[in-house]
C-alpha cells in the first residue's frame, strides 16, 4: 500500500514541447488515478487544462482539454522517432516513446480561438521530455 502511495504523491513534471512551435507546450505535473493532469501554455499563458491517459486493453490511449465549460477529447498516437507504437507490438518499449500527436485537438481549438500559433502547434508533433513516456512517468 505504501508503494502505491509514494507513486500517487510522487511529483512529476512530463514537459511536452510542440516541434513546429516551442513556444506551445503542455507540462503535466499532477498524477491522477487514470491519468495525468496539466496545462496548455502558449507563450507562458495557460489556455486550458490538459489530462492524458495511457491505452488500456480496451482503449487507445488518449487526451482531454478542458477549459471554463468546454470539453474535447481524442485519441492520442504515440511514436519512437517515425514509427507509430501501439500497446499490441513488442518492436518498441513504451519507455522509447519521444513524439505524440493530438488528433483534431487543433480542428476543436480551432472553435474557441484563432491563434495561429496554438492551432499550428497542436496539429503537429510534440516532443515528449525526458521525465515522462506513453502517459507514464519514469520512476525516480
Given at each position: 500500500?505504501?508503494?502505491?502511495?509514494?507513486?500517487?504523491?510522487?511529483p512529476?513534471?512530463?514537459?511536452?514541447?510542440?516541434e513546429d512551435?516551442?513556444?506551445?507546450?503542455?507540462?503535466?505535473?499532477?498524477?491522477?488515478?487514470?491519468?495525468?493532469?496539466?496545462?496548455?501554455?502558449?507563450?507562458?499563458?495557460?489556455?486550458?487544462?490538459?489530462?492524458?491517459?495511457?491505452?488500456?486493453?480496451?482503449r487507445?490511449?488518449?487526451?482531454?482539454?478542458?477549459?471554463?465549460?468546454v470539453?474535447?477529447?481524442?485519441?492520442?498516437?504515440?511514436?519512437?522517432?517515425?514509427e507509430?507504437?501501439?500497446?499490441?507490438q513488442?518492436?518498441?518499449?513504451?519507455?522509447?516513446?519521444?513524439?505524440?500527436?493530438?488528433?483534431?485537438?487543433a480542428?476543436?481549438?480551432?472553435?474557441?480561438?484563432?491563434?495561429?500559433?496554438?492551432?499550428k502547434?497542436?496539429?503537429?508533433?510534440?516532443?515528449?521530455?525526458?521525465e515522462?513516456?506513453?502517459?507514464?512517468?519514469?520512476?525516480?
Open positions: 500500500m505504501f508503494f502505491l502511495l509514494a507513486e500517487v504523491l510522487q512529476i513534471n512530463c514537459i511536452l514541447v510542440s512551435v516551442p513556444t506551445i507546450s503542455i507540462v503535466l505535473k499532477e498524477r491522477r488515478v487514470n491519468s495525468l493532469k496539466g496545462k496548455i501554455y502558449s507563450s507562458n499563458k495557460v489556455k486550458g487544462d490538459f489530462f492524458t491517459q495511457r491505452a488500456t486493453r480496451q487507445s490511449a488518449n487526451w482531454s482539454f478542458v477549459s471554463s465549460n470539453r474535447f477529447t481524442g485519441d492520442m498516437v504515440l511514436f519512437k522517432d517515425q507509430i507504437w501501439h500497446s499490441f513488442s518492436k518498441i518499449k513504451g519507455k522509447e516513446v519521444n513524439r505524440v500527436l493530438f488528433p483534431g485537438l480542428f476543436k481549438l480551432s472553435t474557441l480561438t484563432n491563434e495561429i500559433d496554438l492551432l502547434a497542436s496539429s503537429g508533433f510534440f516532443r515528449i521530455g525526458e515522462c513516456y506513453g502517459g507514464r512517468i519514469n520512476k525516480v
